[in-house]
């Protein structure tokens, strides 16, 4: 049962919904990595004051980003399309692959231009006691990559976690048989 949804006829009751509102745009925001209560508190007071330039904007952006964007098939980035524009493009070397957790970790790689291949996002880590096991993972079509088409190389570039390290050792064990150059 949620208050907001009644109309109100007092001015208290209306003020009690304004804040309930609030309280829930805070704790929302407060549940985005690395944003704590006062950190999306100060988010939600910037958003007041600017209420008539900024958030129409958001919106008009968080539908556009709800509408067009799409997970890529082949590697689990996000695009606008699927392939993403990384796996079509043609300058990039096939054959390597970069193993990677998550797509900020792809993003990071791809700010700092270091590596011309193609990537795979696992969405996640090993960890047993999350209960996360291979399964849970984008590891099956990594696997299956490895087996179908011509890679020589895998760049595992988890984090340096335990479990990034053994989620790492599981599919260089994994990828043994195959032939590849695994770092």
């Known amino acids: ?10 001015r208290n009751e209306t003020s009690f919904l304004i804040m309930s509102a609030l309280g829930d745009l805070i704790e929302l925001f407060s549940k985005l990595p690395n944003l704590g209560p006062r950190s999306a508190r100060r988010i939600v007071l910037h958003l007041l004051k600017n209420k008539e330039k900024i ?29 993403c524009s990384i796996c079509n493009s043609t300058k990039r070397k096939s ?35 999350d209960g996360i096991g291979p399964e849970e993972l984008n590891i099956s079509s990594l696997l299956k990559k490895v087996q ?20 790492a050792q599981f599919i260089a064990d994994s990828c043994e048989k195959n032939q590849i150059l695994v770092t």
Request: with cysteine; proline share 2%; net charge negative.
């Open 55 to 83: 958030i129409p904007k958001v919106i008009s952006l968080l539908n556009d980003l709800k509408s067009s964007l799409t997970f890529c098939e082949n590697c689990g980035n996000v695009d606008i399309a699927s392939p």
């Open 95 to 129: 054959e390597k692959i970069c193993v990677v957790e998550d797509i900020g970790d792809l993003w990071a790689i791809e700010k700092s231009k270091a590596f011309d291949g193609h990537y795979h996002v696992l969405g996640g880590v090993l960890s047993a006691i």
């Open 148 to 167: 179908t088409k011509k890679i020589n190389e895998i760049i595992l570039a988890t984090n340096a976690t335990v479990e990034g390290q053994i989620t």
């Open 1 to 10: 049962f949620n208050l907001r949804w009644f109309r109100t006829s007092t």
